[in-house]
């Protein structure tokens, strides 16, 4: 993807005009900054230059599909003057690992003015996962500039991974987010008191209803027929938490279970890097199941199919397009394997456990439940899930999140048995002094942290080897 804009990339624009760079990675979130401009929250167009800048993150970019390719993609970038591409600014680099040494920002800063075309005028920069690349080093290089963090996905209601530098903390202005539990508030930079602004669901869903204006033959032909159900897949063996076959397996019990709740068509939408054998295990389980299956490999959203298909069901491990359906479409989603994913996932800190956490709890089982349900349509939804999202994210970011210990506390010493267990690891546990770990009424009285869990340590290999 080569920069474009209403003129040609390079271009003089008129002294001191404001920017507004947003960085993008995926077509849903490009999506989510659409709805957020169609809605007012970054000013009137014409008030600043706006440009797009694409980042394909995909560990081998070269073979994954491009935003430029996904159905829908122009109807997007025609809300902006100018689109970049992130990945041939700064080739051979990769966007995930690149980053400019901080002396070089400068140089870097005035480099991307004269190439961009986008004039000495103040700039703002729109990101994601602003403590992760390549948002981090556009705040870096871009040092003057306000920051606005989006959120497009379950993840945003979880802690901030990486403690940010003060420079750049100091500069985000806000999160945008996604309403994708009603009324629950996002962790994601509380520790900065940075306040949270949800994207309206009616400006988002209007983008997506744009998006998938775009005709798709292959959409059309699976939904012909019976009502169906449509199957999330997400590449989980790529996050090292799932092998191959397990992932394997895991697909062929959603369709499975698709089956036995009475679906006769199942649509299957892959990850956009999964492997082509994913789809022949699926093949051979649904001949031996009586489903016609179709596989949609079309680089295009699942909201797009959602929209086409109007499926009665909705399954997936943890997806966020889970959310969407419920959210945005009304669709009953049901979710698999949720449980043995929660204890693979590693370290504790992974943000995967957030997300898996809110899915586990509100979205029913599909192997227990004869059929799905619209979760979010439920009023308490947020005042179910949020006690439990904040103890686990206290858990999971304990230094960034002190002041939730108090709170973390309560919750474990009311709430912590055979069932919530899965949220949990003793170890854990145990390192926090929280109720749940080994000796953690002990730990808790003893003055000093590091004494405290070092006796509490001694004690519980003490124990496991007299076990």
């Not at 005035?110 to 080093?137: C, F, M, N, Q, Y």
């Not at 930079?189 to 798709?216: G, T």
Request: proline residues 6%.
């Amino acid at each position: 993807m080569s920069a474009t804009n209403t003129g040609q990339a390079g271009a003089a624009y008129p002294p001191g005009e404001r920017v507004q760079i947003f960085e993008v990675s995926t077509l849903y979130g490009a999506a989510t900054i659409a709805a957020a401009l169609d809605a007012g929250q970054f000013g009137r167009r014409g008030s600043a230059r706006r440009v797009l800048l694409v980042s394909n993150n995909a560990a081998v970019p070269e073979t994954a599909s491009g935003l430029d390719e996904m159905t829908g993609w122009r109807r997007i970038a025609a809300r902006f003057d100018q689109v970049v591409d992130w990945n041939e600014t700064i080739s051979p680099h990769h966007p995930s690992d690149w980053g400019p040494a901080d002396r070089d920002a400068p140089l870097w800063e005035r480099l991307l003015r004269t190439r961009w075309g986008i004039g000495d005028g103040p700039v703002e920069l729109a990101v994601e996962s602003v403590h992760a690349k390549p948002a981090s080093a556009l705040a870096v290089i871009f040092g003057d500039a306000d920051v606005h963090v989006y959120a497009d996905g379950l993840m945003s209601y979880g802690p901030t991974r990486d403690k940010l530098p003060p420079e750049t903390s100091i500069r985000v202005r806000r999160l945008l987010h996604l309403d994708l539990v009603p009324g629950l508030r996002p962790l994601l930079l509380a520790e900065h008191e940075v306040p949270s602004e949800v994207v309206p669901n009616d400006a988002f869903r209007a983008v997506l209803d744009e998006i998938s204006a775009q005709h798709e033959p292959a959409v059309a032909e699976a939904g012909a027929g019976a009502k169906v159900a449509v199957i999330l897949g997400q590449y989980l063996a790529a996050l090292d938490i799932l092998t191959a076959r397990e992932e394997e397996a895991l697909h062929e019990r959603m369709l499975r279970g698709a089956a036995a709740a009475g679906f006769r068509a199942v649509v299957f939408k892959p990850h956009p890097t999964a492997p082509a054998q994913y789809s022949r295990v699926l093949e051979k389980a649904a001949a031996e199941a009586g489903v016609r299956l179709t596989v949609l490999d079309t680089p295009m959203l699942a909201e797009t199919v959602f929209d086409h298909l109007k499926p009665g069901l909705v399954v997936g491990c943890f997806s966020t397009a889970m959310l969407t359906a419920s959210v945005y479409y009304g669709v009953p989603i049901a979710r698999v394997s949720t449980k043995l994913l929660l204890d693979r996932i590693t370290p504790y800190q992974n943000s995967n456990r957030i997300p898996l956490t809110i899915v586990d709890l509100l979205v029913p089982d599909l192997e227990k439940a004869k059929a799905g349900e619209v979760v979010t349509a439920r009023a308490d939804a947020a005042e179910r899930v949020a006690p439990l999202v904040r103890t686990v994210g206290f858990c999971m970011q304990a230094k960034t999140n002190p002041g939730l210990r108090g709170e973390a506390e309560a919750w474990l010493d009311a709430h912590l048995n055979e069932t919530t267990w899965r949220y949990f690891k003793r170890a854990r546990l145990t390192a926090l002094a929280l109720p749940g770990g080994f000796a953690s009424g002990i730990t808790r009285q003893l003055p000093g942290g590091g004494t405290a869990l070092r006796i509490a340590r001694k004690v519980r290999k003490a124990t496991l080897r007299n076990k």
